[in-house]
């Protein structure tokens, strides 16, 4: 196994060996609003690249006025630096509940815990690109890696892109630091792309190039993988060009711990969680049901701004049996399905259904 492990916590569950990929267990992941780097998930689609920092060049090219070769240093002496509270979120989180519904063979099956938030510092992506003078007819800025990735017989970095609007937001930065800290080299030393309110797959790690286009990335990943389809398609009828290319994460809200364990003690028990808006926009409210969706009761809810999430807290009043919990998300365009199997999809993305968890409530006695 690579050796990513030693930097995470005790308890982090490993969800894929090699390359690495794990997250932490949920109750931990709810302990602050910001996520240390010991309990930030890790999505790796190949090995961490060993990269040399002050060899290390981002270059910036494409449909703009000139091209640039930035340095490390370049980059920290020319540009504004810039601190963003920004979550990233896989779009395969809480694949596990639509594996429940029917299998999903040959993707990361996570849980709850593919979602984390940080404190990133680096600079505005807008910024360079204004260094760069971005043309008129630009539509897309395309990002690439440095690690590679296999499929068959073929080797190429992971990549992908985003509307050229939304590089514009001055809240997408290429990062070098996470949680006031260099960038670790499993979250994308030295350099990472950060997007809010896009899942994961756009902040790209490890990021060398830019390029800025007319059309989206032809990366795999952005042209055939993170792309949705309908519960009708399979990996055998699959057409790679039609689907969804994924951008803005859905809406969530996701029950992490039950204080005190399962199974609960009959009374007062305190329940923990995080939510998240569509698109990463605020959220208005979490609301909690203790018996199956016919009452809903309003939780308590921490701080958040766009493109973080939000934690919640309630304390609900249990009696013995069992209970099935629902967790659902208020926000603007925060629709969610009722049941994971409504968004069932191949490849097993963006579940943003309501999230339902047994719980069984012994006496007191
Ligand atoms: N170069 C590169 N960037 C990448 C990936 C990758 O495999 N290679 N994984 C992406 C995916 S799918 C996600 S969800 C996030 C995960 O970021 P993290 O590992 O820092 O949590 O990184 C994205 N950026
Ligand atoms: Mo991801």
Same mark, same amino acid.
């Given at each position: 196994?690579?050796?990513?492990?030693?930097?995470?916590?005790?308890?982090?569950?490993?969800?894929?060996?090699?390359?690495?990929?794990?997250?932490?267990? =949920? &109750? %931990?992941?709810?302990? @602050?609003?910001?996520?240390?780097?010991?309990? $930030?998930?890790? +999505?790796?689609? *190949?090995?961490?690249?060993?990269?040399?920092?002050?060899?290390?060049?981002?270059?910036?090219?494409?449909?703009?006025?000139?091209?640039?070769?930035?340095?490390?240093?370049?980059?920290?002496?020319?540009?504004?630096?810039?601190?963003?509270?920004?979550?990233?979120?896989?779009?395969?989180?809480?694949?596990?509940?639509?594996?429940?519904?029917?299998?999903?063979?040959?993707?990361?099956?996570?849980?709850?815990?593919?979602?984390?938030?940080?404190?990133?510092?680096?600079?505005?992506?807008?910024?360079? =690109? &204004? %260094?760069?003078?971005? @043309?008129?007819?630009?539509?897309?800025?395309? $990002?690439?890696? +440095?690690?590679? *990735?296999?499929?068959?017989?073929?080797?190429?970095?992971?990549?992908?892109?985003?509307?050229?609007?939304?590089?514009?937001?001055?809240?997408?930065?290429?990062?070098?630091?996470?949680?006031?800290?260099?960038?670790?080299?499993?979250?994308?030393?030295?350099?990472?792309?950060?997007?809010?309110?896009?899942?994961?797959?756009?902040?790209?790690?490890?990021?060398?190039?830019?390029?800025?286009?007319?059309?989206?990335?032809?990366?795999?990943?952005?042209?055939?993988?993170?792309?949705?389809?309908?519960?009708?398609?399979?990996?055998?009828?699959?057409?790679?060009?039609?689907?969804?290319?994924?951008?803005?994460?859905?809406?969530?809200?996701?029950?992490?711990?039950?204080?005190?364990?399962?199974?609960?003690?009959?009374?007062?028990?305190?329940?923990?969680?995080?939510?998240?808006?569509?698109?990463?926009?605020?959220?208005?409210?979490?609301?909690?049901?203790?018996?199956?969706?016919?009452?809903?009761?309003?939780?308590?809810?921490?701080?958040?701004?766009?493109?973080?999430?939000?934690?919640?807290?309630?304390?609900?009043?249990?009696?013995?049996?069992?209970?099935?919990?629902?967790?659902?998300?208020?926000?603007?365009?925060?629709?969610?399905?009722?049941?994971?199997?409504?968004?069932?999809?191949?490849?097993?993305?963006?579940?943003?259904?309501?999230?339902?968890?047994?719980?069984?409530?012994?006496?007191?006695?």
């Amino acid at each position: 196994m690579e050796r990513i492990r030693p930097t995470k916590h005790a308890d982090f569950i490993v969800r894929h060996a090699a390359p690495f990929n794990g997250g932490p267990p =949920l &109750a %931990a992941l709810v302990d @602050s609003p910001i996520t240390p780097e010991e309990l $930030f998930y890790v +999505r790796n689609h *190949a090995p961490v690249p060993e990269i040399d920092a002050t060899a290390f060049r981002l270059s910036v090219g494409g449909l703009v006025e000139r091209s640039l070769e930035l340095s490390l240093d370049d980059l920290k002496r020319e540009f504004e630096f810039r601190r963003v509270e920004a979550t990233l979120q896989c779009a395969g989180n809480r694949r596990d509940e639509l594996i429940a519904v029917r299998e999903i063979p040959g993707e990361v099956p996570w849980g709850a815990e593919a979602i984390g938030n940080a404190r990133w510092g680096g600079v505005a992506l807008r910024d360079v =690109l &204004a %260094a760069a003078g971005v @043309s008129d007819d630009a539509k897309h800025a395309a $990002f690439v890696g +440095r690690d590679r *990735a296999q499929k068959g017989s073929q080797t190429f970095p992971f990549g992908g892109s985003i509307p050229i609007e939304k590089a514009n937001d001055s809240d997408v930065l290429l990062a070098y630091e996470m949680n006031g800290k260099p960038l670790p080299a499993t979250h994308g030393y030295p350099l990472r792309v950060v997007v809010p309110g896009y899942i994961g797959a756009r902040s790209v790690k490890w990021v060398s190039e830019i390029r800025v286009q007319a059309t989206p990335s032809d990366n795999y990943y952005q042209r055939k993988s993170y792309k949705l389809f309908p519960p009708t398609v399979s990996a055998e009828t699959v057409d790679w060009d039609h689907g969804l290319m994924l951008g803005e994460v859905g809406p969530t809200a996701v029950l992490c711990r039950i204080d005190g364990g399962v199974p609960a003690k009959a009374g007062p028990v305190g329940l923990a969680g995080y939510a998240m808006g569509a698109g990463g926009t605020e959220v208005d409210g979490v609301e909690v049901s203790i018996d199956g969706g016919a009452i809903w009761h309003p939780a308590k809810l921490g701080s958040g701004e766009h493109g973080t999430w939000y934690l919640w807290r309630i304390v609900v009043e249990l009696t013995a049996g069992e209970h099935e919990i629902i967790v659902r998300v208020h926000g603007s365009g925060s629709h969610q399905p009722d049941h994971a199997a409504t968004g069932w999809n191949f490849k097993g993305y963006m579940n943003t259904a309501w999230h339902r968890t047994l719980l069984q409530v012994d006496s007191r006695t």
